[in-house]
């Protein structure tokens, strides 16, 4: 099972950014893929972004509008989220996650999953 260390979250105001980094510790194939997903206090977690690892295609969350991006460094198995225009309705904890989903926005199909860390965006 792929191990994922998450970096980068943090406490930061209102319209500040922020990059959250994950990286994988086993090897990729081919519909291999990562993502983002955010649990907030009281709410389920819910899907952020993701990368199909082969190609690059990006899928993202409706709320996001423009204002995140995923990339991934293919070579250091590590992707990151770089998060604009903070609000504070994105105070959550973000889980990066790994594997072979059918469907990259459904938590179903990826396996491993990170520890969280917490973002937290004051008004």
């Known amino acids: 099972q792929v191990q994922l260390v998450e970096s980068g979250g943090g406490l930061v105001q209102a319209g500040d950014s922020l990059r959250l980094s994950c990286a994988a510790s086993?090897?990729?194939?081919?519909?291999?893929?990562m993502g983002w997903f955010r649990r907030a206090p009281q709410k389920e977690r819910e899907f952020v972004a993701a990368v199909r690892w082969s190609t690059g295609t990006t899928y993202y969350g409706d709320f996001v509008k423009g204002r995140f991006t995923i990339s991934r460094d293919y070579n250091k198995n590590t992707v990151h989220l770089q998060m604009n225009s903070l609000k504070a309705e994105d105070t959550a904890v973000y889980y990066c996650a790994a594997g072979y989903p059918a469907q990259l926005t459904r938590q179903r199909g990826y396996a491993s999953w990170g520890q969280g860390t917490q973002v937290t965006v004051s008004s």
């Open positions: 086993g090897g990729t194939a081919s519909n291999y893929a």
